[in-house]
Every structure is written in C-alpha cells, then in structure tokens.
C-alpha cells in the first residue's frame, strides 16, 4: 500500500529564515504530488502541483517555491520567510494518467509558525 | 459567488444519530466529488469518493451527489464519537489535466457519549 511522509510536524522559523518541507512517497510511482496550505478559516489553497521530475507548476504567487529531485519527492522551500507564511502545509498525492480523476491522499502536515 | 459553500457548523449530535453534512457548488463542470474527514492537527483523510450523480455507501457512510441541484451530501449513520472531526467536502473538473481541487472550507462535527 502507499504512505505519505512529511517532516517536521512541527517548526517555529523566525521572519527571514529560508524554509525547507520535505514530503516523500512510497509504494507507487510517478505520482502527481501537490503541496496545499490550510490556513484556519479560509479551507484549502493549492500552491504548487507536479506531475514528474523537474515539472513543477505554481497556483499562487508567493514568497514559496517548490521542487521535485526524485519521483517521490517533493520539496517546498523559501529563501526568507514572511510572517504571512505561518500556516498548516500539507503534502499530497494522486496516481497520475490525465482525465482520470484519481483522488488525492494527504499527508498528515507541518504546522509551520513564524515569529 | 464561491465555488463552494459549506456550512463551518460547529454541529453538535449525540453519539447514535445520523448526521447529514452538506455542500453545495456553482459549477457545472464539477464531475468527481469527494469527502474528507480531518482530526484536529492531522492530514484529510479521503473518505468516499463518487463520479457523478447517484449514491455511493460505504458501511456507516452514504454520499451523496445531486448534480441538477449541484448539492452534495455525507450521511453518517450510528454517529461515534470517534466521529468527531471537521469534514471537507470537495470536486474536481474531468479531463486533460486539470488536477485541481475545489474544497468547502469545512464542518466541524462533534459527537457527544
């Protein structure tokens, strides 16, 4: 079966820190894997989706970025953190084939606050 | 208009009732519909997962989809308290490569012994 690990679950990172969440995936291959932020209030926002190695593609503009080196992981990354970055993020994951409406399946986040 | 609507509750049942949890959406190109359910400081966890209109059961579960209503629906049979959570109701478009998830931004329930 698949599992999805993010680490840490929890770091407090002062303003103007660079950040690094790691998410990775095992039990299947070339997933699609997504990074979401839930922020409390306001649901679920995507940031950033990949369906390969390399192809990364970014729904909002923000002080993020993410990347993915291997095919199970994924990687979401800042060079200097903003206050407004604090927030829950969540990685995810979905078998890939387009059209397919496969479901996605989350990890279980990091809770990231910024002093 | 949002794309999605659902109610935050809270809403408050005892443990045995049947609870109803509701979504409602603007777009008709919505095809995949999905419930989440989310413990506190935990990942959603995908709980039903449906195309189309029609009724999906899954032991205590039954989704719900109404696509001339675009209306969605999670019923719980025999509530438990291990039930208590937040629910998120969400849909996805079909075809091409369109990954995109629309979730509600969530009810949160609470089953009382």
């Known amino acids: 079966s698949q599992t999805i690990h993010q680490w840490p679950a929890t770091l407090v990172q002062p303003v103007g820190s660079p950040l690094s969440l790691e998410c990775t995936v095992e039990g299947t291959s070339n997933p699609n894997l997504y990074w979401y932020r839930q922020a409390a209030g306001r649901g679920l926002q995507l940031l950033f989706y990949s369906v390969g190695i390399g192809q990364i593609s970014s729904e909002v503009p923000q002080n993020l970025s993410a990347s993915r080196p291997q095919d199970r992981q994924f990687i979401l990354s800042s060079k200097k953190l903003l206050l407004s970055d604090s927030g829950f993020y969540l990685c995810?994951?979905?078998?890939?084939?387009?059209?397919?409406?496969?479901?996605?399946?989350f990890g279980d986040g990091t809770r990231l606050s910024i002093l | 208009q949002k794309e999605v609507e659902q109610d935050p509750g809270p809403l408050s049942v005892p443990e045995g009732a049947i609870v109803s949890l509701n979504c409602t959406y603007s777009?008709?190109?919505?095809?995949?519909f999905m419930w989440y359910r989310q413990y506190s400081r935990k990942g959603p966890e995908l709980l039903m997962y449906?195309?189309?209109?029609g009724n999906k059961e899954d032991g205590r579960f039954t989704a719900q989809v109404d696509k001339s209503s675009k209306y969605i629906s999670l019923f719980i049979r025999d509530s438990q308290p291990s039930d208590s959570a937040t629910y998120l109701c969400a849909m996805r478009k079909s075809g091409g490569s369109n990954y995109k998830l629309t979730f509600g931004k969530g009810t949160l329930l609470t089953v009382n012994p």
């Open positions: 995810a994951w979905s078998h890939s084939g387009k059209g397919t409406g496969q479901p996605q399946h």
């Open positions: 777009n008709s190109a919505f095809q995949y």
């Open positions: 449906t195309y189309s209109s």
